[in-house]
């Protein structure tokens, strides 16, 4: 089965905005082992996304749009649809009753132009919106079939996985299945990783060419913020000999990466941390400075976090530090001062651990100190906590004002999850 | 003159990397007043680039094609270039010697692989490497052109400014330009904004209709953190009356949106705030709660924020409000609790002006209110401040967690940017 992406928006054709929404398909596409063929991208414009869907759906089977379905004038993926379906419009009237509801639920005037949402075209099937008010549609052209989807992200990855991937699976019909797993890990570059496990690489590659059954293979996926995501797939007939061999490699993987690894099953490093904290019944207070909040943020993005997360100060002018915080450095970006602000942080939220950040985010230096110059200091108290060691780390971090803050985040909850997972 | 951008690699295909590229050479063209008329991309299969080339090319007058001019097995965009040109591959003596001299001035051994990289289609010419070792490749076919450049982002970006723009410039010959502008806007949805302006849509289509220069044209883009920006564009001959003809239609739309603008040159909410603090010479702190350090921690993104933002006090849990910021409300979500909140922002980090912010991220209800339920007091003192409304504001928001959390920390940041505004 091949598959095929187009891109509609003539914002992305400006490089306003950089089409996340094809990278997230190709992503899921290729999970669940299924081919794309190539992607392209189109302007609002009538002709040319007819023309382009038209070239894109000669060289596959299944082709998924994206964008042009909102509720304004320049929205014509619908009408675009239905002429290479060639059919009309029409209104359903199902979606009327739920366009006319979400506004009614939200005790709002519906603008009448929201109507437009509610077209179909003749012998098309629609996708349910759980989120907006724009609905998918299923357009069945001879054996093919192309899914439009709002442009909208977080709209358009719910269509997806809910409708579009189990469809395309339930039509490509084979028992052929692609099992993976994620390896986290934080701290290790993507080229170091993978001269770790070049030994590895090379035995896999020798399974693959004596045609092994269930050969695993290794893709790499590097992120600034979520550090290298290490993905081991198998593909092969669905049978439980497949999830072994899934299970084994990716045990062997991650005890040859050790310590950088904190989870083989793709958990995020807020949801180790929380774990790491609630397992333990302990609680967590954090003092930011050049992160600003991001650390908090980026904790409480998971429910449940009020169980250990009791709060932060961020104290991010130098005179905070020294006016709420009472801390004595005269320097603010030094192990002093972070070790200071982790114990002012213990006591006044009253949690047994507290994790305390400083630097220079850039772009000038401070203190002479040099941009991406950060400090992380952890404090505990209570006899259980003893074995955390309580040195602050220093990092020299390169980058952007933004990619520092947010390595330097990723570092201290990585910090955390280590030492207080010691306890 | 219409441009193609065709970007050739597996790992696009697979989602693993994201085709930074082709946004950059749009933003390029576009500033450059140079029309793109699609983009796609190919894996890395010789059939299927000279295919995707071929269909390119019969679209456009100038095609941009990246990657696959690596030293590597996989690299065959110069084998389809020289295809589609219906010509051989010839080894440029030159190039030989530019290729060898990078690796001796380098004291490195030249794998020789890398000789690959001298191989020219007969008739193309070679654009230098001034950065790593692969050159790019400049291929007249017929009147149209294909430029053909290395996938590595920094060495792509030096030869499309130093080689291809000029180029097309002095290809194109016409002074065709387009101009745009952002309005940004924050508390009205897309359709919303559609309804106001359908009056202005209609009078922009009569002038379209009757092929009248310099008509402007509106696009909307929606999204949930940053709001709804409607972008004004025009294209014509670049005189003095293009930039009039925005400038004139910016001011329409503004005045026609009203309060919900809050920037008519594509300018952050994080620096409209800025900039009111700054020219107000006010200082800001911040009590967060359901947003978890997130106003903060977006406020801090724009450089030279620490000359306003004194710092913020993450109050998680219920307890830390009552016990750090001794607020007397028993709950804890209500207009109340923000009302007290903000006042004890205001004396601990004693700033001029207090944001706080209350509410219900979900999953689960607390106190009996629904996720979505989001309360944002302002606190102020001094003469000056008297013009600051501080009742609260209650907001009923929809959405997941992570959503109900970005639209309430933007809401602050707009309540923040009107009514401090006023002053």
């Given at each position: 089965m091949r598959t095929e992406i187009l891109a509609i928006g003539t914002e992305i054709l400006l490089g306003q905005?950089?089409?996340?929404n094809s990278v997230h398909i190709a992503q899921e596409l290729s999970d669940n082992g299924i081919y794309l063929y190539g992607t392209s991208t189109v302007g609002d414009n009538l002709n040319r996304i007819v023309e382009s869907m038209r070239y894109s759906l000669s060289k596959c089977d299944a082709l998924i749009v994206t964008g042009g379905?909102?509720?304004?004038?320049?929205?014509?993926t619908r009408q675009a649809a239905s002429i290479v379906m060639g059919v009309e419009l029409e209104q359903d009237p199902q979606l009327v009753n739920i366009i006319e509801g979400f506004f009614k639920a939200r005790n709002r005037q519906m603008p009448?132009?929201?109507?437009?949402?509610?077209l179909v075209p003749k012998g098309a099937s629609y996708i349910e919106q759980r989120q907006g008010t724009a609905p998918g549609l299923i357009c069945g052209i001879g054996n093919k079939v192309m899914y439009c989807l709002p442009g909208v992200p977080h709209e358009m990855k719910e269509m997806l996985s809910r409708a579009v991937i189990p469809d395309l699976l339930l039509r490509d019909g084979e028992k052929w299945a692609v099992k993976y797993s994620n390896i986290m890990t934080w701290g290790m570059s993507e080229s170091a990783i993978a001269a770790k496990l070049s030994e590895e690489f090379d035995r896999l590659e020798r399974m693959q060419l004596e045609n092994e059954l269930n050969t695993p293979s290794i893709a790499f996926l590097a992120n600034l913020t979520t550090g290298v995501k290490v993905r081991i797939s198998v593909s092969g007939q669905n049978t439980p000999e497949l999830d072994i061999a899934l299970n084994n490699e990716v045990s062997k993987i991650s005890e040859i990466l050790?310590?950088?690894?904190?989870?083989?099953?793709?958990?995020s490093i807020e949801d180790v941390v929380k774990n790491t904290f609630i397992s333990r019944n302990l609680t967590l207070s954090v003092v930011e400075s050049l992160t600003g909040g991001l650390i908090g943020s980026r904790l409480v993005?998971?429910?449940?976090?009020?169980f250990y997360f009791k709060g932060s100060l961020v104290?991010?002018?130098s005179e905070i530090k020294h006016s709420?915080?009472?801390?004595?450095?005269?320097?603010?970006?030094?192990a002093l001062a972070v070790n200071e602000m982790a114990k002012a942080g213990l006591s006044l939220f009253d949690s047994d651990v507290c994790l305390a950040i400083s630097g220079v985010a850039g772009p000038d230096s401070q203190e002479g100190k040099e941009p991406g110059t950060v400090y992380i200091g952890l404090y505990c108290h209570g006899d259980?906590?003893?074995?955390?060691?309580?040195e602050p780390v220093e990092l020299k971090l390169f980058g952007t004002r933004d990619s520092i803050r947010q390595i330097a985040a990723t570092s201290a909850l990585d910090l955390l999850r280590k030492r207080v997972g010691l306890i």
């Amino acid at each position: 089965m091949r598959t095929e992406i187009l891109a509609i928006g003539t914002e992305i054709l400006l490089g306003q905005i950089v089409d996340t929404n094809s990278v997230h398909i190709a992503q899921e596409l290729s999970d669940n082992g299924i081919y794309l063929y190539g992607t392209s991208t189109v302007g609002d414009n009538l002709n040319r996304i007819v023309e382009s869907m038209r070239y894109s759906l000669s060289k596959c089977d299944a082709l998924i749009v994206t964008g042009g379905l909102g509720p304004t004038q320049d929205d014509i993926t619908r009408q675009a649809a239905s002429i290479v379906m060639g059919v009309e419009l029409e209104q359903d009237p199902q979606l009327v009753n739920i366009i006319e509801g979400f506004f009614k639920a939200r005790n709002r005037q519906m603008p009448a132009n929201n109507l437009l949402q509610a077209l179909v075209p003749k012998g098309a099937s629609y996708i349910e919106q759980r989120q907006g008010t724009a609905p998918g549609l299923i357009c069945g052209i001879g054996n093919k079939v192309m899914y439009c989807l709002p442009g909208v992200p977080h709209e358009m990855k719910e269509m997806l996985s809910r409708a579009v991937i189990p469809d395309l699976l339930l039509r490509d019909g084979e028992k052929w299945a692609v099992k993976y797993s994620n390896i986290m890990t934080w701290g290790m570059s993507e080229s170091a990783i993978a001269a770790k496990l070049s030994e590895e690489f090379d035995r896999l590659e020798r399974m693959q060419l004596e045609n092994e059954l269930n050969t695993p293979s290794i893709a790499f996926l590097a992120n600034l913020t979520t550090g290298v995501k290490v993905r081991i797939s198998v593909s092969g007939q669905n049978t439980p000999e497949l999830d072994i061999a899934l299970n084994n490699e990716v045990s062997k993987i991650s005890e040859i990466l050790g310590d950088c690894v904190f989870s083989t099953t793709g958990e995020s490093i807020e949801d180790v941390v929380k774990n790491t904290f609630i397992s333990r019944n302990l609680t967590l207070s954090v003092v930011e400075s050049l992160t600003g909040g991001l650390i908090g943020s980026r904790l409480v993005g998971v429910p449940g976090t009020s169980f250990y997360f009791k709060g932060s100060l961020v104290a991010y002018q130098s005179e905070i530090k020294h006016s709420v915080l009472k801390i004595k450095s005269e320097s603010v970006v030094s192990a002093l001062a972070v070790n200071e602000m982790a114990k002012a942080g213990l006591s006044l939220f009253d949690s047994d651990v507290c994790l305390a950040i400083s630097g220079v985010a850039g772009p000038d230096s401070q203190e002479g100190k040099e941009p991406g110059t950060v400090y992380i200091g952890l404090y505990c108290h209570g006899d259980k906590l003893s074995t955390v060691n309580v040195e602050p780390v220093e990092l020299k971090l390169f980058g952007t004002r933004d990619s520092i803050r947010q390595i330097a985040a990723t570092s201290a909850l990585d910090l955390l999850r280590k030492r207080v997972g010691l306890i």
